[in-house]
Each structure stands twice: as structure tokens, then as C-alpha cells.
């Protein structure tokens, strides 16, 4: 099994900044995707940022300019960087992670329990 374990939420003010980040354990043989997602109160999920294996990333037009996806594939971590909050951006922040367990194993994909980040206006 895998676990996803998310930190960095939390309450900051309109221009103030939150770095979070999401750490995979369990029986991980290969990381194919990781992202960030969030999902607003009554509203849908959405994608914020994915990064590729390869470090290829890719942004969401609210997220381009402001937010920064990396990762340490040492630690099994994804990070977002998130920069110039606005009250909009406040949501449960999700990592999601495409992974496969061992060689020749389905691509497998695993949700964190989610962060809550607030912006104060």
C-alpha cells in the first residue's frame, strides 16, 4: 500500500505565501506523475499543477505565474509553492500521485487526505 501525507496548509493573508507538501511512503517502486489539486467549497476539483517524472510541468491559468511545483524523488515529495495568495485560491488542496508499485505493476493512482489553505482578504 501507499500512503500520501500532506503538510503546509493553513490560514495567511491576500499576497502572503504557503509552501506545501505532500510525502509518499509504502512499497513504491516508481513515481510515472505528480500534482496538485484543490477543490473549493461547492465547487468541483481542479487541477493546480502536475510535474512529470521527466520534471516536465504543467499549470492551471490561475496557478501560471504564481504557483511552483517541484519535487525531491529522494523523499518521495511534491511541493507547491504558492505565492501572491487572492481570497479565490482558498480551498482543500489535494496531491495526487501516479506511481507504479513494482516492475511490471499497473500504473496506480493515489489521492492525499487534503490541506485546508485560507485566504484572508
Known amino acids: 500500500q501507499v500512503q500520501l501525507v500532506e503538510s503546509g496548509g493553513g490560514l495567511v493573508q491576500a499576497g502572503g505565501s504557503l509552501r506545501l507538501s505532500c510525502a509518499a511512503s509504502g512499497n513504491i517502486f516508481t513515481f510515472i506523475n505528480m500534482g496538485w489539486y484543490r477543490q473549493a467549497p461547492g465547487k468541483q476539483r481542479e487541477l493546480v499543477a502536475t510535474i512529470t517524472s521527466g520534471g516536465f510541468t504543467n499549470y492551471s491559468d490561475s496557478a501560471k505565474g504564481r504557483f511552483t511545483i517541484s519535487r525531491d524523488n529522494a523523499k518521495n515529495t511534491v511541493y507547491l509553492q504558492m505565492n501572491s495568495l487572492k481570497p479565490e485560491d482558498t480551498a482543500v488542496y489535494f496531491c495526487?500521485?501516479?506511481?507504479?508499485?513494482?516492475?511490471?505493476?499497473?500504473?496506480?493512482?493515489?489521492w492525499g487526505q487534503g490541506t485546508h489553505v485560507t485566504v484572508s482578504s
Open positions: 495526487n500521485f501516479f506511481l507504479r508499485t513494482g516492475i511490471g505493476a499497473p500504473v496506480s493512482n493515489y
